[in-house]
């Protein structure tokens, strides 16, 4: 009996991923085979590329090394003349040619060279903001409430000193005057006279 155990493919290590997706644009540019970020993503997804995905703060971004890309370059290079997909499809230009209307085109409102923008707000932040807003709706519910006690308390305190002022006026015939000097709220006595 043999001990025939399996060799474990040799895997490349990180620092071989070193090509963002711009990076692979400008290999296949200079190869003369352009293609857009979204085939290289492709590429990548479908494994046609060596590469890793890894997570930014921006979103998912791949890592890819240069041999696969180098090897993919070749491999379309080698396949693409067996196919007829570099020759360019014939545009109708001669219909387009005859169309002619005196009158002027409308122009397009919006620029169509405008990206369609992309939603920022991630479904957990959602949350936090659902969260955060009927917080503030119960916050302004409660300074309602307590303008509402503060404004009762104001006209409570006046109405109490009209009403103390009120007893004064009241109470000062009965009460007379007080003295001026008392003697003995001082604290001298009153002069002998013997």
Known sequence: MTNDQQRL??????????????????????????????????????????????ETEFG?????????VEKHIAYIKEVTPATSRDVPRPVATTVAAEIKDDMP??????????SRHVATTLPEDSRYVGALERENEFLRDQVVVKDTQIREMTERARETNVLIGGLQKMLSPLLGR???????????YPPNTQ
């Open 105 to 114: 085109r409308q122009k397009p409102t919006t620029p169509a060279d405008l």
């Open 178 to 188: 007080p003295r001026e000097h008392r003697d003995d709220a001082i604290g001298e």
């Open 60 to 68: 998912e971004k791949y890592l890819i090394t240069r041999a696969s």
């Open 9 to 54: 493919v040799a895997t490349s290590s990180d620092s071989d991923f070193t090509l963002t997706i711009e990076d692979a644009l400008a290999l296949y540019a200079e190869a003369e085979i352009p293609r857009t970020p979204r085939s290289i993503q492709r590429y990548c997804a479908k494994e046609h590329l060596s590469s890793r995905r890894i």
